[in-house]
């Protein structure tokens, strides 16, 4: 998921973009910078700035877009290239077992406010050693503008394949979230699929593709809802709605004083009773680093209540912060939908682990059928970066 494809960013931000664009390589072993491989939402001013002053030091970030480009940029790198890498929390044992992270001393990470299925280690664990602790999470579900779409509608999966919507979905643009929200929809587990579950996979998403008008990134998907172009946003969630204001732009606290002011009360997301997929960031040191401490003190940093408000709040996309001390008002707990969040936890599916094998058949048949439904009027969708990506 690329930085620069975002809208809303302050123009330090797209400074700061602007300076990764131009030096994508890490600044090597300097005591003064700290390089780390992080989604757009580490990105903002605001949140790096006070960690930069209070350590006299520069935060040097690469965007990724997926696990496969953290594996394949942490193979190709020199020791003390990388120091911090933020990703999907599942992918961390992963990379433990191939000895690129640094094991992580719970001690460390105090979890008394952060909820107890977010922090459970078991994510970010490999041989019984820590390895990633969580931040930020969310939903892949449904996205929907109210005023034109019944809340009570959006309550169950199977919804968006009616005829009634056709021409009013967009698709995110990310396989295995979508497919494996589709699993849920003929009540799989998107974790434990099997070869005798590939066929009705195809047919559901070819059904779901037909019933669409676009298929795109964050950005697209985002600003196709808040523009009206289309009504539903399936695999969407907080990062889809929450922040967005008039013109289809990421407000923040810092970009807008009157935040409520700027909130979209018609765009909200929700998970159907059959439930949805659970995005969640997870913080890692890279074992190669040779600024371990330093590393240490940003992750601990990432993890204070001003931070987590901060990124939860991000000019990128919004998103729930996992310490419940986060100071966030009102109006901003109501678009991210704090008080629901036990009920959504519990209805979520963490998000799925799968062997080589079969992330490579649904791969396929996610390149299928969106190669198959493209016309010249109606792009078919890609892959916007492999197996993990993100909002």
Sequence with gaps: MSACSRRGALAATTAFIILAAIQPAPVRAADDVLNVLTWCDHEDPELLGPFEQANRVRVHFKDIDSTSAVRTILHQSQAGDWDVVIMEETAAPQLAAAGLLMPLDPADFPSDSVPAAIASPASGSYQGRLYSVPEKYGFHAVAFNQAHVSTQDMQDINAIWQPRYHGHIAIYDSYLPIMSYIALA??????????????????????????????????????????????????????????????????????????????????????????????????????????????????????????????????????????????????????????????????????????????????????????????????????????????
């Design 186 to 391: 003929l009540g799989l587990d998107p974790a434990h699929l099997t070869d005798a579950d590939l066929p009705a996979l195809q047919d559901k998403l070819a059904a779901l593709r037909a019933n669409a008008t676009l298929v795109g990134d964050t950005a697209s998907v985002q600003q196709a809802l808040a523009d009206g172009v289309v009504d539903i946003v399936v695999g969407g969630g907080a990062w889809t709605t929450a922040g967005v204001g008039e013109g289809g732009t990421v407000s923040t606290p810092t970009a807008h004083s009157d935040t409520a002011a700027t909130q979209r009360p018609e765009l909200t997301f929700t998970l159907p009773r059959q439930g949805g997929i659970r995005w969640q960031h997870g913080i890692s040191i890279i074992e190669a680093s040779q600024r371990k401490a330093l590393a240490l003190a940003f992750a601990q940093y990432l993890r204070t209540p001003a931070a987590q408000a901060r990124l939860a709040t991000s000019s990128c996309f919004w998103g729930m912060p996992a310490s419940t001390s986060a100071p966030l008002d009102a109006d901003m707990k109501a678009a991210l939908h704090w008080d629901q969040q036990p009920a959504y936890i519990a209805a979520s599916h963490p998000f799925p682990v799968l062997d080589d094998a079969m992330d490579t058949k649904l791969h396929t048949i996610w390149d299928k059928v969106m190669k198959d439904a493209a016309t010249p009027d109606q792009p078919g969708g890609g892959d916007n970066g492999g197996e993990t990506a993100q909002p």
